[in-house]
């Protein structure tokens, strides 16, 4: 081999060894110090794309968990709930079995009709005000939302003509104030700008819209039920409370299309005047306890609400039951998943000890075999002397 001085072939080869080992050492370094086989796109793309799909997978089913505890939760209120309308109602089967009996005088069924209507009034008050995150569980017996109105004519948009002097007037029951649109030439837009933002709004605080099927929408601010509509506009059709859907949905997914789906239940509204549902559904809110007869009358109707409120229970009883088995489903889903995207991202931590020792000493003897490589040519010296 012929001795020269322009390049020293020796040395770079050594460089590019020492590179390649540096290259190799900072990766081994970064799986290390991440915990992570995969750091980058350039490590593993498909193991990457992967390991991100099964993480999302583990990221919907986790809060899809939650999702199952929190519908168990509200239907455990609506359980304790309508277990305090049983014990109501077992007392109001003693007072109409008392108020049955002719050894009762008329003044003392007075006492006992009495404590029926407060009786009544409770479960009405228990079926109204009985919430879950802030949302009513029951409704009320009309099955109707009191914050809420609607008109019945669909397919409006915010251009949609009202004839002339047709009205709409919103009052506030609360504070007793109310506002009235009139219409002259007007659309929708004129209709709730009037409640939203204009002269009406100082009155009464609604929120009047369109929902995307064009229908209209009146909601109470305040949350309180207390305002009333009464309405005139042929081109929404009749406004009246906005109907309860009377149900839970709870949502479950891995995050796909083919993974997600509801568990529903129905969760019958609740008053005096509706206990249960369909044919078999109960009105006592006519009922009293002022004579022998009305009394027995009331006792049938008594037996009966219990007996549809322990249906409702068990109905929501076999539904939590559901979501509990569900939930252990998915949990099992999440830990398997889990486990699969950490084989392939994971950093197999044994494996990277041994590479980052042999990356260490190739790194060491690189340094020293580069300090041989460039002492080489100082050989050519010695041909000058």
Do not use: C
Not at 198 to 209: D, E, F, I, Q, R
């Amino acid at each position: 081999m012929a001795l020269g001085i322009l390049n020293n072939i020796p040395s770079l080869a050594a460089q590019n060894q020492l590179s390649i080992t540096g290259a190799s050492l900072q990766k081994t370094l970064f799986r290390l110090s991440s915990g992570s086989r995969i750091n980058s796109g350039a490590d593993d793309a498909a193991g990457l794309a992967i390991a991100d799909g099964l993480r999302a997978n583990v990221t919907a089913l986790t809060q899809s968990a939650r999702n199952a505890t929190d519908g168990i939760g509200k239907l455990q209120v609506a359980d304790g709930a309508l277990a305090q309308v049983t014990t109501l109602l077992n007392r109001a089967v003693t007072l109409a079995t008392e108020s049955a009996t002719d050894t009762v005088t008329d003044n003392q069924r007075v006492a006992l009709n009495s404590e029926f209507a407060q009786i009544k009034s409770e479960i009405d008050r228990i079926g109204s005000k009985t919430t879950y995150n802030g949302q009513a569980i029951f409704g009320n017996g009309s099955s109707s939302d009191p914050n809420k109105w609607a008109g019945a004519t669909g397919g409006l948009t915010s251009a949609s003509a009202i004839a002339d002097n047709d009205t709409m007037t919103i009052t506030d029951t609360d504070t007793g104030k109310s506002a009235t649109f009139t219409a002259s030439t007007s659309t929708m837009q004129g209709l709730m700008d009037y409640f939203n933002t204009g002269a009406g709004s100082t009155n009464v605080g609604v929120t009047v819209s369109l929902d995307t099927t064009g229908h209209l929408q009146v909601a109470d601010k305040s949350g309180n039920g207390s305002i009333v509509v009464t309405s005139t506009i042929a081109a929404a059709g009749a406004v009246t409370r906005a109907s309860i859907s009377g149900g839970s949905n709870v949502y479950l997914s891995d995050g796909t299309t083919a993974g997600g789906g509801a568990i529903t239940t129905t969760i019958n509204a609740l008053a005096s005047n509706s206990i249960g549902t369909g044919g078999s559904k109960v009105d006592l809110s006519g009922n009293d306890l002022l004579s022998a007869s009305n009394a027995q009358t009331a006792l049938t109707k008594i037996t009966s609400a219990i007996s549809n409120v322990a249906a409702d229970r068990g109905t929501m009883g076999a539904v939590m039951n559901r979501l509990q088995s569900a939930g252990n489903v998915i949990n099992n889903q999440v830990q398997n998943l889990s486990a699969a995207e950490d084989g392939i991202r994971a950093a197999d931590i044994a494996q990277e000890v041994a590479n980052m020792t042999k990356f260490n000493i190739l790194n060491q003897t690189g340094i020293s075999a580069l300090a041989q490589a460039n002492q080489m040519q100082q050989g050519v010296l010695s041909l000058l002397r």
